[in-house]
């Protein structure tokens, strides 16, 4: 049987792609998840690892989908060879279970890793002069200013929730989660 799994790294990102790549090059079940890949235990893909015995092909769109370092990439592929699966990944090929194909795996694993840590660190400079700047603030920015926020809540005084976030566009949800905040 042939195998396929897709995993994007948060729900704001999209899984089609990777699906209908694996699609066309003959997968025939698709496990997919929208699950971080710092994290070594994922649902779908322990469930599929649990599923793939001898004669199956894994496939996968890129190698970073699939392990989150050099040292799990080489010893989950050791262990799926040790159970006679094989491996496509579709940037990169079938990893073959020999010495240069191994050798192959560790190369273009440590170079995903090194990628992965790279955005990292990118991303920690970033912020770090972002925090620099005044004004800065960190998280996402506020939707509402502090004054239609007091206007929503005068308007509670004589309206029901739904009714204030009809007139004003404030969900129901924010309008109860600002109510409570100022009653602490």
Do not use: C, W
Not at 3 to 17: H, K, N
Not at 116 to 135: N, S, Y
Request: glycine residues 8%.
């Amino acid at each position: 049987m042939i195998y396929g799994y897709a995993r994007v790294s948060t729900v704001g990102q999209d899984l089609e792609a990777q699906i209908q790549q694996l699609e066309a090059n003959g997968v025939q079940k698709i496990y997919s998840e929208k699950f971080t890949g710092t994290k070594k235990e994922r649902p779908e893909f322990t469930q599929l690892l649990d599923v793939l015995q001898s004669g199956d092909t894994l496939i996968i769109t890129k190698l970073d989908r699939f392990a989150r370092s050099t040292v799990d990439a080489i010893t989950t592929v050791k262990e799926l060879f040790s159970r006679g699966v094989r491996i496509h990944v579709l940037n990169m090929g079938i990893i073959e279970d020999t010495v240069t194909g191994r050798l192959i795996l560790t190369i273009f694993s440590g170079f995903a890793e090194f990628e992965r840590d790279m955005i990292v660190e990118r991303t920690q400079e970033g912020k770090a002069i972002a925090k620099q700047k005044e004004g800065f603030k960190e998280g996402r920015p506020k939707s509402y200013t502090e004054k239609q926020l007091n206007h929503a809540v005068i308007l509670l005084d004589s309206n029901s929730y739904n009714e204030v976030a009809a007139i004003t566009g404030i969900s129901k949800s924010t309008l109860i989660r600002e109510i409570r905040k100022r009653k602490s």
